[in-house]
């Protein structure tokens, strides 16, 4: 009988290569990319990292590595928390900003 591995969900988020990339991103942006506000200190991918991880691509590429507001570092200008509030899907700006 085959065995079932269970991944967490913060797997590939908390190590040294995560956050390596969040540190270069941060140097590179702290503006989110889905409402268009300063201050955005979270790491958010797009596509989304279960599809890159699908696709067969490597979610630490910075390629697919946006700036967000997320529970962290709450939007100063609109108040959200913009990486949850798309949540694991792709995002529609329009959606974003109220």
């Known amino acids: 009988m085959g065995s079932v591995h269970v ?16 540190v270069d991103l941060q ?24 599809v890159l991880l699908r696709l067969g691509l490597d979610p630490d590429d910075p390629r697919f590595h946006k700036a967000a507001h997320g529970s962290s570092c709450r939007c100063p200008t609109c108040g959200q928390c913009c990486n949850q509030v798309k949540g694991d899907r792709a995002a529609r700006r329009s959606r974003m900003v109220r």
Request: aromatic share 4%.
């Open 7 to 22: 991944v967490a969900r913060s797997a590939g988020r908390k190590g040294r290569r995560h956050r390596r990339a969040k």
């Open 27 to 50: 140097a590179a942006t702290t503006t989110c990319w889905l409402c268009g506000h300063g201050g955005a200190y979270e790491l958010d991918h797009d596509p989304p990292r279960k």
